[in-house]
């Protein structure tokens, strides 16, 4: 393959987990005349999603690009059609034109789409239009050198596709090829109908939320806000990333929000041209994992208990975001919504007892897994900003020391909720999941402890310590202001009305005195 000037632009974050890593931004230093740059002032163009198969590369690496805001423009003689980046992970901005003939538009082959000149240790170089098919016996998509066209095919209802295994590429003048395409949908789509919104007039009132970010996992703390108007239930707040309103169906105590509810934009960058919709689905995990955990399918709907004096309504199906149909960007599992008892407002709490999950010695490195609940000891949703949590490492505070520690800023004793070293890129202090977190340890101690903080409104309330034991590999909870596990074992406990408490819930430790 010939060496051209080229960009990568980020396109989705590994937390995100897209298929669809990379846009190539190739810019020409040179042009041909022939090479379509500019629509004729009579062309206007479309908004649709596109969904198509890439591969693309010089490894010709493989994913799904679905949802992609793509514009195509049909000029006003009725006859023409331009399509920009038909094959979109290399953006040249350049167009191949169509003719419209009967339901259909046909695309001649071999149409000039970017040049580049020799210089700066760069080749001369230029692509082409071809169409691509499936192999003989389906092990790989090939030049289709018998096709002079690409044939998309109009529907009545404006959705423009292929029909079989048929696609692009883009090839030099000896057939090899760049990047090639299998397989195109366009859909029309309009951002400003798709978009749900609130009615006028219609108030909406605060609730909490509460979900666990995998099945069987644990509970993560967070809000949303619902409007009832009739029988129509509006909700902004189930879905992670984008904050856009969703609306279901009340009808005998039952809210089903139906899947494929537009969200928002996926934003690549600056241009709108590389972006995404992202939509809200029903969806049930199908027991499969993959990379980043739990696969969850899309169901048509899903359908919340509603609870009538209460107000409160629940599901133990999953809601999630994907861009387009397929691609995962978050979920949430058997989320419940009650109305909020501080209208929104966050207030101080004691916030609930962390717990170390497991612990891996590595000789040299160790590993703990730490769940940080994002929820107080009554299972409220915690203001995260406002919370952190500290180490206690043999009986002694810890401090991440950048001398130790190469992906942080400072020393830090405290680390707050959502904090991840380098961004989100280091390997020390990561988040993977939900409330939980892998932390990394350089020397090996006999106890780890962990504790919360929670600071808000100028009050500071601290969790009851979880400390682990490395040598029995156990767990014990150390009630707050009580410096040692023996010590926790001899307190005796009472309540407010001086009886004896000889198993206390662990929710209400904090709260109690010793009289002994």
Not at 214 to 228: D, L, S, W
Not at 412 to 436: F, H, K, R, S
Not at 488 to 516: C, F, I, M
Request: proline share 4%; aromatic share 12%.
């Amino acid at each position: 393959m010939k060496k051209i000037i080229f960009t990568a632009i980020l396109l989705m974050s590994a937390g995100a987990g897209m298929a669809q890593s990379l846009v190539h931004v190739y810019r020409p230093s040179a042009s041909t005349d022939d090479i379509i740059t500019t629509l004729p002032s009579t062309a206007k163009d479309s908004l649709y999603l596109e969904d198509t198969y890439i591969m693309s590369g010089y490894a010709l690496q493989h994913y799904t690009w679905s949802g992609h805001f793509h514009h195509i423009a049909f000029d006003e003689n009725g006859t023409d059609v331009y399509i920009k980046n038909i094959c979109n992970d290399y953006v040249f901005d350049t167009y191949i034109k169509g003719t419209i003939i009967s339901d259909s538009i046909v695309i001649p082959t071999g149409q000039h789409i970017f040049h580049q000149d020799a210089g700066e240790g760069q080749d001369e170089v230029d692509f082409y239009l071809r169409a691509v098919k499936i192999n003989d016996d389906s092990t790989d998509v090939v030049l289709d050198s018998t096709k002079t066209s690409i044939v998309l095919y109009v529907d009545a209802n404006g959705t423009i596709h292929t029909k079989g295994n048929v696609g692009a590429a883009y090839a030099d003048s000896t057939g090899a090829m760049l990047t090639k395409n299998i397989t195109y949908q366009f859909v029309p789509f309009d951002t400003l109908t798709a978009m749900v919104n609130l009615p006028e007039g219609v108030d909406s009132v605060a609730y909490d939320l509460v979900y666990k970010a995998e099945t069987g996992g644990n509970n993560v703390g967070g809000k949303a806000v619902v409007a009832f108007d009739g029988n129509d239930v509006y909700v902004k707040g189930l879905s992670l990333n984008k904050k856009g309103w969703v609306k279901g169906l009340l009808q005998d105590n039952v809210i089903t929000f139906p899947s494929h509810q537009y969200l928002g934009r996926y934003n690549n960058d600056e241009n709108l041209e590389r972006d995404f919709a992202v939509f809200f689905n029903g969806a049930e995990d199908t027991g499969e994992k993959d990379l980043f955990g739990e696969v969850y399918a899309t169901t048509d709907s899903v359908a919340f208990q509603y609870d009538p004096e209460t107000k409160a309504f629940s599901t133990q199906q999953a809601v999630t975001e994907t861009i387009g149909a397929n691609n995962s960007y978050s979920h949430m599992v058997a989320p419940s919504l009650t109305p909020s008892s501080t209208g929104g407002e966050y207030l101080p709490a004691v916030p609930a007892t962390p717990t170390i999950k497991s612990f891996k010695n590595f000789v040299f490195t160790y590993f703990l897994n730490v769940t940080i609940p994002s929820t107080d000891v009554d299972g409220k949703p915690l203001n995260t900003d406002s919370l952190y949590y500290r180490f206690i490492v043999d009986g002694e505070p810890f401090t991440f020391s950048t001398s130790e520690y190469n992906y942080i800023d400072e020393n830090m004793t405290e680390l707050p909720y959502a904090y991840q070293d380098e961004g989100g890129y280091g390997n020390d202090i990561m988040n993977v999941g939900g409330d939980e977190r892998r932390i990394t340890f350089y020397s090996n101690h006999s106890t780890f402890g962990v504790e919360t903080v929670y600071r808000i409104n100028g009050v500071e309330n601290v969790s009851d310590r979880y400390v682990y034991d490395v040598s029995s590999q156990t767990g014990e909870v150390v009630p707050n202001g009580i410096e040692s596990l023996q010590a926790a074992k001899n307190v005796t406990l009472y309540d407010l009305a001086g009886h004896r408490v000889v198993t206390p819930p662990q929710s209400s430790w904090s709260n109690r005195t010793s009289l002994e």
